[in-house]
């Protein structure tokens, strides 16, 4: 018998996602029953962007070959030869929904943010493209992790973000929880990773915020394999011809 409540203390050690002396981790707790509807949730996936809800990803979303990075900023590529430029960036922000002034300001910001570790070489362009291929190497520190360095996508980081920082609803976080989220993420002396997460949260938050002022679990997820940006261009079609 006490051989038997050693091993099961042993075991239970192995497991446990609290440590007593570090009572960050009972606030940001962790869910440990992601397998029931989520086979393998800690494989990070290539082509398709799951979480518990959704165990194949989006539904009628194509990879066309491309990881869930490249998924995400496909949308902006216009003319579909796997760069984006300035103006593309421009006209796909146009397209979500942003008005004149912040799709110019926020085209001019993220290309020159992204374009020359994006290059194939070592010189920078003037025009500041972004190759999409190369998308992987923009990854920055003091993120969620949900995309590993090559653009895979990890489905339990997702579950985890909300595991830890959704306090009002599972499934939905207010400004202040993503607040909490980014500055939960920070990583010592990353400025720019600091800086960038807040920009990128912000805007997704602007985006696709339901009119309660809370950023669903599912508008994060088809952020990330980019679905949502061709869902927001479709309604913003259909607003447009509602108009006239």
Known sequence: MAATTAVT???????ATEAPYMPLTYERTLRTDLERTLPKPYLPRALSAPDTEHPLGTPGHSSNGLTVLQQHVAFFDQDDNGIIYPWE???????????????????IVINMALSYPSLPGWFPSPFFPIYIDNIHKNKHGSDS?????????????????????????PDKMSLGELWN????????????????SKLEWAILYILARDEEGFLSKEAIRRCFDGSLFEYCAKMQMGAEGKMY
């Open 181 to 196: 989220m980014t500055e939960g993420n920070r990583l010592a002396f990353d400025f720019f990773g600091w800086v960038a």
């Open 89 to 107: 960036t421009y006209v796909g922000l146009r397209a979500i929904g942003f008005n004149m002034i912040a799709s110019l300001i926020m085209a």
């Open 145 to 169: 992790s949900t995309y590993d360095t090559e653009g895979r996508y990890s489905p339990a980081n997702l579950e985890f973000m909300f595991s830890k920082y959704a306090r009002t609803y």
């Open 9 to 15: 203390t042993v075991d239970n050690e192995a497991v």
